[in-house]
Nanobody
Framework: QPHLEQSGGGSVQTGGSLRLSCVVQ?????MGWFRQAPGKGREGIAS???????KYATFVEGRFAISRDNGDNTLYLQMSNLKPEDTATYYC?????????????????????YGQGTQVTVSS
């Protein structure tokens, strides 16, 4: 089964940028990023599937970009113009696309495999 190892995250001020990385070992083709703030449920941020087709949550508003390097099995989330409300624990995820509607996984219930999580804190 897939194994995911995250890196990146940290603390920035409003308007700053961060890049999260996630090494995905295994053959799950659909990947995504999620976040969970204290007292809230896990929410989907972005996903990438077959042919590197991407999907984003509406709150991203063009500030985040998901990408992957298939050569080194690494998934990325580039975040810019960060806001205090982006403060959360961020998780990468992977799943076999054949398990998802229209072969594209997005919501928390679509993914079975998660990274360990990394904290992102945005101060005003």
């Amino acid at each position: 089964q897939p194994h995911l190892e995250q890196s990146g995250g940290g603390s920035v001020q409003t308007g700053g940028s961060l890049r999260l990385s996630c090494v995905v070992q295994g053959t799950a083709e659909c990947m995504g990023w999620f976040r969970q703030a204290p007292g809230k449920g896990r929410e989907g941020i972005a996903s990438i599937g077959y042919g590197d087709k991407t999907k984003y949550a509406t709150f991203v508003e063009g500030r985040f970009a998901i990408s992957r390097d298939n050569g080194d099995n690494t998934l990325y989330l580039q975040m810019s113009n960060l806001k205090p409300e982006d403060t959360a624990t961020y998780y990468c995820a992977a799943e076999y696309c054949t398990y998802c509607p229209d072969l594209h996984c997005f919501g928390p219930s679509d993914f079975s495999y998660y990274g360990q999580g990394t904290q992102v804190t945005v101060s005003s």
